[in-house]
């Protein structure tokens, strides 16, 4: 079955620039998603079909995705974004949603 | 956009069954398609299978085939999920969340607010 890797956890001071990185065989050719947990809250869509972002979500949020690797970009990081980031793909061979094992950004 | 309530947190005793319901709201039900994720303590989300309400076709994920049930009730805009012979390991929160996108990019917008399940002897 397909796997998606992210690192465990990330950290960065505020107004620095995080990057999530979400890893997969030939991920590039896959459309991948992202989502945002905060503490005792559910999921929600900040990035969907590579770098697209739902109505809401700041434009410090992007995603780009090619080869092996698909990245979730927050730029001008504010404390306010310390959570689980998750990404997520359809992997077409099982015809399964997959998730990555989520990263926790640390805001310093 | 829909929005979707869950019902509330269940305790059950292991090899018993639980009901979990997703009720939408806000726009016409049959627009929709209802999946269920599920994070266990520490773990990585993980994804149940979904249903298409207007067509009643389901789709399980490999590992929950035969145990995990789901259904829709039109008539009250609202979507179940039945997982029997629970077992310690399906201790966790479980999401309804709304499946959309097209041809192979699929994602999930927006999702319901959790019932915890806890299966304790």
């Known amino acids: 079955s397909y796997v998606l890797t992210q690192p465990p956890s990330v950290s960065v001071a505020p107004g620095q620039t995080a990057r999530i990185t979400c890893g997969g065989s030939n991920i590039g050719s896959k459309s991948v998603h992202w989502y945002q947990q905060k503490p005792g809250q559910a999921p929600v869509l900040v990035v969907y079909?590579?770098?697209d972002r739902p109505s809401g979500i700041p434009e410090r949020f992007s995603g780009s995705n090619s080869g092996n690797t698909a990245t979730l970009t927050i730029s001008r990081v504010e404390a306010g974004d310390e959570a689980d980031y998750h990404c997520?793909?359809?992997?077409?061979?099982?015809?399964?949603?997959?998730f990555g094992g989520g990263t926790k950004l640390t805001v310093l | 956009q829909v929005q979707l309530v869950q019902s509330g947190a269940e305790v059950k005793k292991p090899g018993s069954s639980v009901r979990v319901s997703c009720k939408a709201s806000?726009?016409?039900?049959?627009?929709?398609?209802f999946n269920w994720v599920r994070q266990a303590p520490a773990q990585r989300l993980e994804w149940l299978g979904g249903?298409?309400?207007?067509?009643?076709?389901?789709n399980y994920a490999q590992q929950f085939q035969g145990r995990v049930t789901f259904t829709a009730d039109e008539s009250t805009s609202t979507a179940y999920m039945e997982l029997r012979s629970l077992r310690s390991e399906d201790t966790a929160m479980y999401y309804c969340a709304s499946l959309t996108g097209l041809v192979t990019a699929f994602w999930f917008d927006p999702w319901g607010q959790g019932t915890l399940v806890t299966v304790s002897s």
């Open positions: 997520q793909v359809w992997d077409t061979t099982s015809d399964h949603v997959v």
């Open positions: 079909d590579d770098s």
């Open positions: 249903i298409i309400p207007i067509f009643g076709t389901a």
């Open positions: 806000g726009d016409t039900f049959n627009n929709y398609t």
